[in-house]
C-alpha cells in the first residue's frame, strides 16, 4: 500500500508566489525523497532528508522534516512558470538500496 | 549521480503481445527497481532486480505477466506479457547509486499504449 499522502492533490498560483507541498507518511523511515515529474516524463530528484534531519535547502527549495508527527514539506519559493509540473514525495524504510514508496502527488501548475 | 536510460522511450502495441523494456545505467548498481505508474497516478513498485538472483515481485505482480532480467550489474529488462489494454503505463527503472547514500535515481521511462 502507499505510504505517502501528499495534499494538496492540486495547487494553481502566479508565478513570484511560494508553493508549499505536504507529504504525510504512516510508519517509521530511514528517509523521505521529494521529486518533480514534467509531462508525465522521468522523475527529477530533488532532494533527500533523511530522518535525523529537520530541514533541508537547495537553491529555492526547502524541506522539512518531522518524524513525531509524519510529516513532510516541500516549499519553492519564487515560483516559476518552468516549475508546473507534478511533485512526489517517497519514502524509504531502511538504509540501502531499498525501493521507495510513492505518494499520490501534487500537480503544480504556476501561471505566468 | 546515476545516468539511467531506457530503450523505447514509447511504443504502442496490439493487445496479446509482449513488448520487452531494457534498462542502462551507467555504472554497476546492486539493486535495480522497476516501477509502472498508471495514467494520472502515482508510481507502483513491480519488482526488485539483483543481479544473479531472481526478481522479487510485489503483491499484484508475477513473474509470468512481468519476468525480468539481471544479466550484470549494470543492465536490466522487464517484459510485459500478453499486453492488454490496462497495461498502459509508463514503466521506470530506478537504482541507488553507489557511495551515494540512499539518493534514488529514476530513468525516462517507457510510455507504453496497448491498443
Known amino acids: 500500500s502507499q505510504q505517502g499522502e501528499e495534499d494538496p492533490q492540486a495547487l494553481s498560483i502566479q508565478e513570484g508566489e511560494n508553493a508549499t507541498m505536504n507529504c504525510s507518511y504512516k510508519?517509521?523511515?530511514?528517509?523521505l525523497q521529494w521529486y518533480r515529474q514534467n509531462s508525465g516524463r522521468g522523475l527529477v530528484h530533488l532532494i533527500l532528508i533523511r530522518s535525523n534531519e529537520r530541514e533541508k535547502h537547495s537553491g529555492r527549495l526547502r524541506v522539512t522534516l518531522d518524524t513525531s508527527k509524519k510529516s513532510s514539506s516541500l516549499l519553492i519559493t519564487a515560483s516559476r512558470a518552468a516549475d508546473t509540473a507534478s511533485y512526489f514525495c517517497?519514502?524509504?524504510?531502511?538504509?540501502?538500496?531499498?525501493?521507495?514508496?510513492f505518494g499520490k502527488g501534487t500537480r503544480l501548475s504556476v501561471i505566468a | 549521480s546515476a545516468v539511467i536510460s531506457q530503450k523505447p522511450s514509447r511504443d504502442i502495441c496490439q493487445r496479446g503481445t509482449s513488448l520487452t523494456i531494457q534498462c542502462q545505467v551507467d555504472s554497476q548498481v546492486t539493486m535495480m527497481f522497476w516501477y509502472r505508474q498508471q495514467p494520472g497516478q502515482s508510481l507502483t513498485l513491480i519488482a526488485t532486480a539483483n543481479q544473479g538472483s531472481e526478481a522479487t515481485y510485489e503483491s499484484g505482480f508475477v513473474i509470468d505477466k512481468f519476468p525480468i532480467s539481471r544479466p550484470n550489474l549494470t543492465f536490466s529488462t522487464l517484459t510485459v506479457s500478453n499486453m492488454s489494454p490496462e497495461d498502459s503505463s509508463i514503466y521506470l527503472c530506478s537504482v541507488e547509486s553507489q557511495g551515494g547514500g540512499e539518493t534514488q535515481y529514476f530513468g525516462p521511462g517507457t510510455r507504453l499504449l496497448v491498443l
Open positions: 517517497a519514502t524509504g524504510f531502511y538504509s540501502g538500496n531499498t525501493p521507495l514508496v
Open positions: 510508519t517509521s523511515i530511514n528517509n
